[in-house]
């Protein structure tokens, strides 16, 4: 099992940055592929940015691409997710999610492939 649990949301003005934080527990963290996804009122819940297990490719988004970055720290059991130049339509409730395999070659996009999620934080970005 792994329990996972963000922080680091909040509310920021248009351009500004943030940094979203997923702490997870169990022994599993650093073999499991990680993702960010968000969902906006309204919205179904769309993929942002995921990394590998061991930290070496990360996949984004083309909304967040050259914006966002996502990092990990496995010794620490901990995912990041660095936003700048937040836009109003980055807001939205941000999910961190563990994949449900170990040692996966192919970065998963799709939330089928996440067996663990966090309970989200909230990012708002005003105009």
């Known amino acids: 099992q792994v329990q996972l649990v963000e922080s680091g949301g909040g509310l920021v003005q248009a351009g500004g940055s943030l940094r979203l934080s997923c702490a997870a527990s169990?022994?599993?963290?650093?073999?499991?592929?990680m993702g960010w996804f968000r969902q906006a009122p309204g919205n179904e819940r769309k993929f942002v940015a995921a990394i590998n297990w061991s930290g070496v490719r990360t996949y984004y988004a083309d909304s967040v691409k050259g914006r966002f970055t996502i990092s990990r720290d496995n010794a620490n059991n901990t995912m990041y997710l660095q936003m700048n130049s937040l836009k109003p339509e980055d807001t939205a409730v941000y999910y961190c999610?563990?994949?449900?395999?170990?040692?996966?070659?192919?970065?998963?996009?799709?939330?089928?492939?996440?067996?663990?999620w966090g309970q989200g934080t909230q990012v708002t970005v005003s105009s």
């Open positions: 999610a563990a994949e449900g395999k170990q040692l996966t070659v192919v970065i998963p996009t799709t939330g089928q492939a996440y067996a663990y």
């Open positions: 169990g022994r599993t963290f650093s073999s499991r592929t």
